[in-house]
Each structure stands twice: as C-alpha cells, then as structure tokens.
C-alpha cells in the first residue's frame, strides 16, 4: 500500500533563462600495455582557440575524475589572477578503486602486486604521444597525486624522472609495504641527474605517513638536481589539504611570472623586465602572452615619468623577443593612442594585429571604439557584433561573452 501511495516525481527541465556550460572533455583510449579502457578528461585553458600560436604547460592529474573540476577551478582562476601561465589540464580517471590503488603501487617483490611501472609506461608510451598530437602541448609536464597517488608520483620522480619535469606530492602513504619507498630513496637520489626536477611534498594533520622520513632523506643527499619543498599543513586533513597544496605548489613553481608594480619599479629599464620573463618563458618552453598586467603598469610608468625612450624599447624588445606577447602589448597601446585620441596610431596597431591573427575578436572589438569615437555609430555597431560572433567561435568563457557582450552594448548605446 506504502509503494501505491509514491508517486513519479516529474522531471526536472532548467529554464531556458539558466546559463549551463561545462569545462573540459572525456575521451577514453584502448591501452595494450593495462590491457583495458582507460578515461580521462582534458581542460583547456580560455586563451586556447583566441592565440592559436600560444603552447601551455601541462598538469596531469592522477584520480583526476573525482577532483577535476576543483582543480581546473584553481588553474584558471590562478592564471586569470595572472599568478601563473595558462595550463592544460589532464585528469587521468582512476576506474575501480581496487585497480587503482594497484595501478599507484610500486613492484617491489616479495607479496607486492603493484603495476606502477605499466601505468607510467601506459602515460609514456601510448596517453602523452596522443595528446601531444592533439594540442599545443608545451614541453613542460607536471605530475600530482594524493595519497596513493601521491606515493605514485614519487616512485616516478626516482625511477624515471625524465617522465615529469615537477611533482607535486601531496599526503603520500610512504608506510606501505613498510617504508619500502623511502628506504630506496637514498640509492634513487644518488641516481638522479640533470636535467632539473623539482619536488612539491606536503602532508596534512596525518600521523606516521612516512613523510619525514624521506624529507630527511633529501636533506641528506642535497642533489644539485632536484630543487625541492616540504610543507605541512596542520590546520587541514587528508581531505581538505590537496588544493591549498596545490595551490602553494603552482604559486612556487611559476614564481615570478607575476610581477607587482613594485617589483616592476626595481627594474632598470624594459630591458630587465625583457631578460626576467625570456628566462621564464624558456625555462617553461613557452609561446605565451606574458601578464597583461605587467605591460599596464610599464607603459604607465613610462609615460606618467615621461619616459618615451622606453615606452618604445618596450614595444621593440617585445616584438623581437617575446612575439607571443605583441599582440597583447598592441592591443592595451591601441587603447591608450583611442584615449589620446591619436587615431591614426591606434590604426596602425590594429593592422598589425590583424595581420598576423585575422581571427583576433580584439580587431574589431577596438575599431567599434574608434568609429564610436569618431562619432560613426553605425559603424561602430558593426565591429562590435563581429567582435562578439568571433569571441564565440573562438570559444570564449560565458563570462567572458557577457562582460564583451556588455562593454559593447554600452559602445553601442552612446
């Protein structure tokens, strides 16, 4: 009688007025080596499609199904923040938990079952080449795990550090199959050679992981080529610890990629700040904008102090070395010459853009402002609805569209 008196609940439709979008993809990929079907999901970053001559450090992310959304919400709001570069996202699916866990073991003999060395052959030889082929993958990789996975990335780190460029450890169960790990830890430090890596390692309020004593482990071996950090969090637990280490992690990793207005002051001349981010840019392999916040604050300074010299050599060093970032330097010099009312330059920044990006949403987003300001309204309506149709090809966020789509409104409606 209970089971008559339940009723169907109807289905739930949203409003047409609700604004849905999803970041990221699933894909899956037949491997030979694991002998099964394996998921993933792939996050690109906003700029993707709008600089189609950008390339962007990868992050991939072990039990990256159950965390990728929290962790591509960091990522991008860490890179909008310009805190760090714009990176792609790679959350490798875990399957069922008994395959995972099997998956993070090392093999390490006696009454061990653990596959670590097939799953990092399966990301080495058959997932990386894929997606490489696929996206514009800078040749720069970063490697994070949890708990077990966070024991997985270590085992990486020793046994075939080329695989990774950094690691971020996070809580790893250095107790299993009794301290097996750390107690090889010695003997793979001594092993480890150039290039490079580096090491995030960080625990929560957990007890007896295992942590400190490989912590001490690297103290002792002081490898000239392994930089490395460890940091407990006592305030969180094994749940809450990943993104506040993650964060810490990318901050570190990609220190100096923001420059506050202070820091730029330091410098002598756009020549230093050229030299500061081409050492960046090629410690990270990168083809990417530099902050649009640091060429705000130095065209500013140079003109608030009458500095015209090197206004101009800001432009010439970034056109000669930093060709990624001429467009973005071109736009916000366009938006000064429209304040100035200096037209004609503005005009001439355009073109170059346009030029070298006819896809560029900013081209004609800028040519609204100046035929507004040139007192053609028509015209101006004009560029503005190209500007918005090519921001949406182009895959801008939601976000994005409404606030473009705002400013234009506005631009129209003066």
């Known amino acids: 009688?209970?089971?008559?008196?339940?009723?169907?609940?109807?289905?739930?439709?949203?409003?047409?007025?609700?604004?849905?979008?999803?970041?990221?993809?699933?894909?899956?990929?037949?491997?030979?080596?694991?002998?099964?079907?394996?998921?993933?999901?792939?996050?690109?970053?906003?700029?993707?499609y709008s600089q189609p001559q950008a390339n962007f450090p990868v992050l991939y992310l072990l039990n990256g199904g159950y965390h990728f959304h929290a962790y591509t919400g960091l990522v991008e709001d860490l890179s909008n923040s310009q805190l760090i570069p714009e990176l792609i996202v790679v959350g490798l699916g875990r399957g069922d938990e008994q395959s995972y866990r099997r998956q993070m073991r090392?093999?390490?003999?006696?009454?061990?079952?653990?596959?670590?060395?097939?799953?990092?052959?399966?990301?080495?030889?058959?997932?990386?080449?894929?997606?490489?082929?696929?996206?514009?993958?800078?040749?720069?990789?970063?490697?994070?795990?949890?708990?077990?996975?966070?024991?997985?990335?270590?085992?990486?780190?020793?046994?075939?550090?080329?695989?990774?460029?950094?690691?971020?450890?996070?809580?790893?169960?250095?107790?299993?199959?009794?301290?097996?790990?750390?107690?090889?830890?010695?003997?793979?430090?001594k092993q480890l050679g150039a290039p490079k890596k580096?090491?995030?390692?960080?625990?929560?309020?957990?007890?007896?992981?295992?942590?400190?004593?490989?912590?001490?482990?690297?103290?002792?071996?002081?490898?000239?080529?392994?930089?490395?950090?460890?940091?407990?969090?006592?305030?969180?637990?094994?749940?809450?610890?990943?993104?506040?280490?993650?964060?810490?992690?990318?901050?570190?990793?990609?220190?100096?990629?923001?420059?506050?207005?202070?820091?730029?002051?330091?410098?002598?001349?756009?020549?230093?700040?050229?030299?500061?981010?081409?050492?960046?840019?090629?410690?990270?392999?990168?083809?990417q904008a530099i902050p649009l916040f640091s060429f705000q604050a130095l065209a500013h300074q140079y003109r608030s102090s009458a500095r015209e010299e090197e206004s101009g050599l800001m432009y010439l060093q970034t056109m000669q070395h930093m060709p990624s970032s001429a467009s973005r330097l071109r736009h916000h010099l366009a938006e000064l010459e429209i304040k100035n009312k200096s037209y004609d330059k503005a005009l001439e920044l355009i073109r170059e853009s346009h030029t070298v990006n006819p896809h560029d949403y900013q081209v004609p987003r800028l040519l609204a402002k100046i035929e507004l300001a040139r007192g053609d309204k028509t015209k101006a309506r004009e560029y503005a609805q190209e500007a918005l149709l090519l921001a949406e090809k182009l895959q801008l966020r939601p976000w994005q569209l409404r606030a473009l789509a705002a400013e234009l409104a506005q631009l129209a409606s003066e």
């Open 106 to 189: 090392p093999d390490f003999g006696k009454n061990s079952d653990g596959e670590a060395e097939q799953f990092l052959q399966f990301l080495e030889t058959e997932l990386k080449p894929q997606l490489r082929q696929q996206y514009r993958m800078a040749d720069y990789e970063i490697l994070m795990g949890q708990s077990i996975g966070g024991v997985f990335a270590i085992y990486s780190l020793f046994t075939q550090p080329e695989s990774f460029n950094s690691y971020i450890s996070v809580s790893p169960m250095l107790w299993w199959q009794e301290h097996k790990l750390e107690a090889e830890a010695a003997k793979f430090l």
């Open 1 to 48: 009688a209970q089971a008559e008196e339940v009723q169907a609940q109807p289905e739930v439709k949203p409003e047409p007025s609700v604004d849905y979008y999803t970041i990221g993809q699933r894909f899956s990929v037949d491997s030979k080596v694991l002998g099964n079907k394996r998921n993933y999901q792939i996050y690109l970053p906003p700029s993707y």
């Open 198 to 287: 580096n090491l995030y390692l960080s625990m929560a309020n957990e007890k007896r992981l295992g942590v400190y004593g490989l912590v001490e482990q690297l103290e002792r071996a002081r490898n000239q080529w392994l930089g490395w950090d460890f940091k407990r969090y006592p305030e969180e637990n094994s749940q809450s610890i990943g993104l506040v280490a993650a964060r810490a992690a990318l901050r570190d990793l990609f220190k100096g990629w923001y420059l506050s207005y202070d820091e730029l002051a330091g410098f002598k001349g756009f020549e230093e700040v050229s030299e500061h981010y081409r050492t960046l840019l090629k410690r990270f392999n990168l083809h």
